[in-house]
């Protein structure tokens, strides 16, 4: 497998901005510049992979309380479509106090509920499915009246919420439980893109380094 420069370094590395690095030791140095890093990503995301991405950024940090942003089902959606970690940083530049993904509280549970369903609520809770998470940007996407929609559902099945998976169970095509969901919208940092010679072959495919691949 090809694993890619962290897209904030290939957004910033075609700007008049040095490349920073992406680890939490960087990002939590005080001169980090979040705004600029998230909104870069998140412009290189949508002008080079997915152009549908930007339309949750508003619907989501807008109404919300950026201190507990995974209260907010459209902002889960806009991690979804972006990662967690862009779409905090983004979000300090129109709040700037807004708290990196790490030191947010837990996903609401009723959010939660709301992406899966009421088993959500069984004896044993059901797991997000790939399909749960793909209703779940398409619903948002309807409520923040998109003009720009995914070309092709399977693509974002497998380019953008296949990688949440496969961090989460080590499987593109499996379920996620609330806790690993959960932890992914706290630690899994910026995403990379993919290349692997046979499934992944676009470089369009996200790809989040695992929690012992991180500083």
């Given at each position: 497998?090809?694993?890619?420069?962290?897209?904030?370094?290939?957004?910033?590395?075609?700007?008049?901005?040095?490349?920073?690095?992406?680890?939490?030791?960087?990002?939590?140095?005080?001169?980090?510049?979040?705004?600029?890093?998230?909104?870069?990503?998140?412009?290189?995301?949508?002008?080079?992979?997915?152009?549908?991405?930007?339309?949750?950024?508003?619907?989501?940090?807008?109404?919300?309380?950026?201190?507990?942003?995974?209260?907010?089902?459209?902002?889960?959606?806009?991690?979804?479509?972006?990662?967690?970690?862009?779409?905090?940083?983004?979000?300090?530049?129109?709040?700037?106090?807004?708290?990196?993904?790490?030191?947010?509280?837990?996903?609401?549970?009723?959010?939660?509920?709301?992406?899966?369903?009421?088993?959500?609520?069984?004896?044993?809770?059901?797991?997000?499915?790939?399909?749960?998470?793909?209703?779940?940007?398409?619903?948002?996407?309807?409520?923040?009246?998109?003009?720009i929609w995914p070309a092709d559902a399977s693509e974002i099945l497998a380019d953008v919420i296949g990688p949440i998976m496969e961090?989460?169970?080590?499987?593109?095509?499996?379920?996620?439980?609330?806790?690993?969901?959960?932890?992914?919208?706290?630690?899994?940092?910026?995403?990379?893109?993919?290349?692997?010679?046979?499934?992944?072959?676009?470089?369009?495919?996200?790809?989040?380094?695992?929690?012992?691949?991180?500083d």
């Amino acid at each position: 497998m090809k694993v890619s420069a962290s897209l904030t370094a290939l957004a910033l590395s075609a700007s008049a901005y040095a490349a920073p690095s992406t680890t939490l030791t960087e990002r939590f140095n005080k001169d980090y510049d979040r705004c600029t890093t998230g909104r870069a990503s998140s412009d290189y995301l949508r002008e080079n992979y997915q152009p549908w991405i930007k339309q949750l950024f508003s619907p989501c940090v807008g109404p919300t309380d950026t201190h507990n942003i995974w209260s907010s089902r459209t902002c889960v959606a806009a991690a979804v479509a972006m990662g967690p970690a862009i779409i905090t940083d983004f979000a300090v530049c129109d709040k700037a106090d807004t708290l990196f993904e790490t030191d947010q509280p837990n996903l609401d549970y009723g959010v939660y509920a709301s992406i899966v369903g009421d088993c959500a609520y069984d004896a044993k809770a059901c797991p997000i499915t790939r399909q749960n998470l793909l209703d779940l940007v398409y619903s948002e996407l309807d409520k923040a009246g998109a003009s720009i929609w995914p070309a092709d559902a399977s693509e974002i099945l497998a380019d953008v919420i296949g990688p949440i998976m496969e961090w989460s169970s080590n499987s593109y095509t499996g379920t996620v439980a609330y806790t690993r969901f959960n932890k992914w919208l706290h630690v899994s940092g910026y995403p990379g893109t993919i290349t692997d010679g046979g499934e992944h072959t676009n470089g369009k495919t996200y790809f989040y380094d695992h929690e012992d691949d991180r500083d």
